[in-house]
């Protein structure tokens, strides 16, 4: 890359997403982000840079920063959905209002009252278990308390799919009469 | 630009070590002595000499008052830390505080700062280097521990200057040690470095992709290193003599310095042999009697000992591998770092702890430095072949009202990297703020390390909800911090390289480089090269002392609706210069 065209990157820093600077695509995987990562700080380091005049180095300071800040973002799956989210409304940037946002779902995710909790962990639990009834009569236990918990209502709704249909009488160890 | 070699120091807590590159290959530089390495002690004679290294090391038992070890755990620390307190109690020599906090080593009738005396064993690396090449060294790299903050990492900087050097990077021990390791291999490796030295303890997990060096997570403890193996072991002893003696051997600075030199002596002793004889004859006059020391050490009994400490440094290895999101299954190499690692005990645990067995065809006492002038070749060739992406180790954080500590930029972010956020005063019609930065893993400013502060006003008072401050951090590439305060509406600005660091301004260390010149010239020593006039942008010190009594309505607060901030606006201000020369009052390598 010529000193002209590192300049010019370095002034339309604004104007691309992170997918963009990097130059990959918005479904890449995580170690196609790295590669990329790599490719770029080879590009723009500092210290190839070492001597050079002071505002080119400070051109390639800015680049720099901001490949960096994008790579904090995408190389982290849960930061890296935020920040899609927000790309969609146009936000270019990953800010802290971003991470509070990321933050606050996050905390939804496993409940925001104390019963909601409680009941939340004790449904994840009894899933891990494979009691899948009970997973579900808890959850249902913690909507209670967290009614508009989009996280909950998900679960629900994927814990219901995935329980096994179970016929009316399904207890294996009934005893059976023999049909007469 | 300087021309002439380039040298890549490793100063450490008990030992330094100084390499360059010769026809591309690294070179460990000896001192006169034909060692490898030279003890970090500082001797003051009598007479106003001043001697480095091992013959500076023999002085510690004949003269504890006026010799100077292990300054490291002291540089860039303020007077009221931990770290200095237990110095204070334990060091024979005198560690007085400055009225802003400051740290000075009381010689006789002089002061020194430690950079200062850094600056010392610097120099001494830097006339070893200059006696082997057989010419003027003027340009290094100098390695500090990963985990070293802000102020350890200017100070360090400082003292480079001091010394007569311009230093072209302050790099992370460990990111220097894999980069020695992997150098020139082609690797594509996920690596560890151990690093356990006289007085710190790091952990760096690297990923190495050829020519890249990534590092993904660093960890460490400032607080622990070998002189904790070796206080175990004097405590050991010292309570050996009072039992069978009846004697307080730590009352007699000189009985006492002879036991911890055996310690070492027995510590070291142990890498080799499973058990030991530690002997000092004539150690004490006690009611008129000669009492001898004769201890004999197994090397599972020293084991007993720091089992403990071991533990920790595990626990902080937990601690970067969970940071990476990574298991000890996931590493390729294990590289030990640091005399201690040489241990046994330490090598075993090691082991065990990363189910492998650690890379054995490394020096654990010369990595860092090779690694380093490697650095400093690479730096001043025009064909960068190698690239370093390292991490902060630390979070940066603005203290906000009520105690609390907000996070900007959080550990192990890579550098360079800068972030903007708007905050308001504290309370409505507040004329100035005080913008306090700190690094630290705790969400209240005081479990935090303060970097310092500064006062920003020349916005106009108003409801705080009114106000907004800008304020811009950054962390250049050698973890060397930045902050601005500004007001977006006037455009006023306030900035400063944070950091009261040494305790030094800008102004008093022109004072020390210029008076070290003089001393030189006086001496008849070659002058020192030319560090040309420092463009200081570092904010006079009185500013940046902490305040005794906090006014806590003084500080930033978050606003009520976080105002989003896509993109740091254009503002007229100066770039953030990445290598920090400019602006931490550096020369700028072009100009001089």
């Not at chain 1, 802290?96 to 946002?101: F, L, Q, R």
């Not at chain 1, 967290?146 to 814990?159: G, I, R, Y």
């Not at chain 2, 200059?130 to 790299?141: D, I, P, Q």
């Not at chain 2, 190499?333 to 990363?354: D, E, K, N, W």
């Amino acid at each position: 890359m010529t000193e002209a065209e590192i300049r010019a990157l370095s002034r339309m820093l604004d104007r691309l997403d992170y997918y963009k600077l990097l130059r990959i695509d918005r479904d890449s995987t995580a170690a196609r982000v790295r590669e990329a990562y790599h490719k770029m700080r080879r590009s723009f380091h500092p210290d190839a840079f070492h001597g050079e005049a002071r505002d080119l180095r400070s051109a390639v300071g800015e680049i720099s920063k901001r490949v960096n800040e994008g790579y904090q973002v995408l190389r982290d799956a849960a930061r890296r959905t935020a920040y899609d989210k927000g790309l969609g409304q146009g936000q270019l940037r990953f800010s802290a209002a971003t991470e509070e946002t990321m933050k606050t779902a996050a905390a939804a995710v496993g409940g925001t009252t104390a019963n909601g909790k409680r009941f939340y962990a004790q449904s994840q639990a009894a899933e891990r278990s494979g009691d899948f009834a009970t997973a579900i009569s808890t959850l249902k236990m913690a909507m209670t308390f967290e009614a508009s918990n989009e996280h909950f209502k998900q679960k629900l709704a994927d814990l219901e799919a995935r329980a096994p249909k179970k016929p009316k009488d399904a207890n294996p160890h009934a005893i059976r009469w023999p049909k007469s | 630009m300087s021309e002439g070699p380039t040298i890549g120091i490793d100063l450490g807590t008990s030992n330094s070590c100084v390499a360059t590159i010769v026809e591309r290959r690294p070179r460990v530089l000896a001192n006169a002595f034909g060692e490898p390495t030279t003890a970090s002690v500082v001797a003051f004679g009598e007479n106003g000499s001043i001697s480095v290294g091992n013959q500076a090391k023999a002085r510690v038992i004949l003269d504890p008052r006026h010799t100077v070890s292990s300054a490291k755990r002291l540089i860039g620390r303020y007077s009221f830390s931990e770290e200095v307190k237990k110095a204070q109690a334990v060091c024979h020599y005198e560690i007085v505080g400055t009225e802003s906090h400051g740290v000075r080593i009381a010689i006789r009738d002089e002061e020194f700062s430690l950079p200062e005396i850094s600056a010392f064993v610097l120099k001494e690396m830097k006339q070893i280097a200059e006696a082997k090449l057989g010419c003027e060294v003027s340009r290094a790299v100098i390695t500090v521990p990963a985990y070293f903050n802000d102020n350890q990492r200017q100070a360090t900087k400082d003292a480079g200057r001091i010394a007569g050097l311009e230093v072209l990077r302050i790099l992370n021990e460990p990111t220097a040690a894999a980069l020695a390791y992997g150098f020139g291999r082609k690797l594509r490796q996920r690596v560890v470095v151990y690093d356990l030295g006289g007085g710190t303890f790091d952990v760096s997990v690297l990923e190495i992709g050829e020519d890249v060096f990534e590092v993904l997570a660093t960890a460490g403890d400032t607080y622990l290193g070998g002189d904790d193996f070796d206080d175990r072991l004097i405590d050991l002893l010292a309570e050996h003599v009072q039992e069978t003696h009846g004697v307080n051997v730590r009352t007699d600075p000189f009985a006492f310095e002879k036991l911890k030199a055996a310690a070492e002596k027995g510590k070291i002793a142990l890498s080799q042999e499973d058990s030991t004889l530690i002997e000092v004859p004539g150690l004490v006059q006690h009611e008129g009697e000669t009492v001898d020391l004769s201890y004999h050490l197994t090397r599972q009994q020293f084991e007993k000992l720091v089992i403990d400490l071991i533990q920790r440094t595990f626990k902080v290895c937990d601690e970067a591998l969970q940071q990476a999101s990574l298991t000890v299954r996931d590493l390729d190499g294990v590289i030990l770092v640091g005399g201690p690692t040489r241990l046994p005990t330490i090598r075993q645990a090691v082991t065990s702890y990363f189910g492998k067995e650690p890379e054995v065809d490394i020096n654990p006492d010369e990595v860092v430095a090779v690694g380093a002038a490697i650095h400093a070749d690479s730096l001043a060739s025009k064909d960068t072949d190698t690239f370093l992406l390292d991490v902060t180790p630390l979070t940066l954080r603005l203290g906000i009202s009520g105690g609390m500590a907000e996070a900007i930029i959080e550990r192990n972010s890579p550098v360079p990297i800068d972030h903007t956020r708007i905050f308001t005063p504290a309370k409505d019609m507040q004329e100035t703020v005080t913008v306090k930065i700190f690094q630290g893993e705790s969400r209240t400013s005081a479990g935090n390390e303060l970097l310092g502060q500064f006062e920003f006003s020349g916005f106009e008072p108003g409801p705080r909800d009114q106000v907004q401050i800008e304020v811009s951090f950054e962390i250049s590439t050698e973890g060397i911090v930045r902050v601005s305060a500004c007001d977006p509406k006037t455009g006023v600005e306030h900035s400063t390289t944070v950091s009261m660091s040494s305790g030094l301004s800008e102004a008093e260390l022109q004072a020390i480089i210029e008076r070290g010149r003089a001393e030189d010239v006086a001496r008849g020593v070659q002058d020192a090269p030319d560090v040309g006039p420092a463009r200081s942008a570092r904010t006079d010190q009185a500013t940046m002392a902490p305040m005794e009594d906090d006014d806590e309505e003084m500080l930033l607060d978050l606003p009520e609706v976080e105002a989003d901030l896509p993109s740091a606006p254009e503002s007229n201000r100066e770039p953030f210069d990445d290598e920090g020369t400019d602006l931490s009052g550096e020369f700028d390598p072009d100009s001089v």
